[in-house]
């Protein structure tokens, strides 16, 4: 039994300790990816939404530059841009975009699906991520 008690507590303490050593890297990434966001659309006074918490799920039909996971998503006056880390980033133009639709409905902002139709390389591409307030989003991005 003795031996039991202290595989666990070892298992937890190894826990404990990955989770206070990855906790700040992975809030700098977000950090440098809202400062790298917030640049690309012109800075801070031109951002109309951003969320640091958006999980990419790439688009449709699939790319060979697809980000995926976690990351910041920003909108400004004429992109939208979403960043995993300021050197891995996606943007799309404004103008390409066809519609936007999200899974929630108006005036919720618990996390939901926000799905972006736009024009790339001559073909309509569907990226797709899921954050809080996606309605909002999708009516900042289809009005």
Avoid: C, Y
């Avoid at 697809?66 to 996606?90: C, H, M, N, Q, Y």
Wanted: aromatic share 4%.
């Amino acid at each position: 039994m003795e031996t039991v008690l202290i595989v666990l507590v070892v298992i937890v303490a190894v826990g404990v300790i990955a989770l206070v050593a990855f906790t700040p890297k992975i809030r700098d990434r977000q950090g440098a990816a809202a400062m790298f966001v917030k640049a690309q659309v012109g800075g801070e006074d031109n951002v109309e939404l951003i969320e640091r918490m958006a999980n990419s799920f790439g688009t449709e039909p699939a790319a060979d530059d697809d980000l995926r996971g976690p990351g910041v998503l920003g909108l400004g006056p004429e992109t939208l841009i979403f960043a995993l880390t300021p050197d891995k980033s996606t943007t799309i133009n404004r103008s390409a975009i066809v519609s936007a639709e999200s899974s929630a409905e108006a005036g919720d902002s618990g996390k939901a699906m926000l799905k972006v139709t736009h024009h790339r390389d001559g073909a309509d591409v569907t990226s797709s991520w899921r954050l809080a307030g996606a309605a909002e989003w999708a009516e900042a991005l289809d009005g």
